[in-house]
């Protein structure tokens, strides 16, 4: 079983910045292929990025050269850097683990809202 708790949301003006954090509770982490969704207003779920326990990172167009994953396995911690933050970047953040058994796990999100 993996827990997860995300934090770093709140309120920005756009072309600001924000990290979020992910913080797992298992007992290996490395393991684990770590990803960052979001969920719009009005909108369905989509992956924002995804890194691999092998460091191998993936993004949509739609974050492309603004995002960034990172991750620190010593601290259980996934990241994800926005940079450059727009009106449409405004969703709930969801972490998402999973492991080499199929299992899936999600994190409660954190709100991010990009507005003046």
């Known amino acids: 079983q993996v827990q997860l708790v995300e934090s770093g949301g709140g309120l920005v003006q756009p072309g600001g910045s924000l990290r979020l954090s992910c913080t797992a509770s298992?007992?290996?982490?490395?393991?684990?292929?770590m990803a960052w969704h979001r969920q719009g207003p009005g909108s369905q779920r989509e992956l924002v990025g995804r890194?691999?326990?092998?460091?191998?990172?993936n993004y949509s167009d739609s974050v492309k050269g603004r995002f960034t994953i990172s991750r620190d396995d010593r601290k259980k911690t996934v990241y994800l850097q926005m940079n450059n933050l727009e009106p449409e970047d405004t969703a709930v953040y969801y972490c998402?683990?999973?492991?080499?058994?199929?299992?899936?796990?999600w994190g409660q999100g954190t709100q991010v809202t990009v507005s003046s």
């Open positions: 998402q683990a999973s492991d080499r058994f199929g299992g899936s796990y």
């Open positions: 298992v007992r290996v982490f490395g393991i684990l292929t």
């Open positions: 890194i691999t326990n092998g460091g191998v990172r």
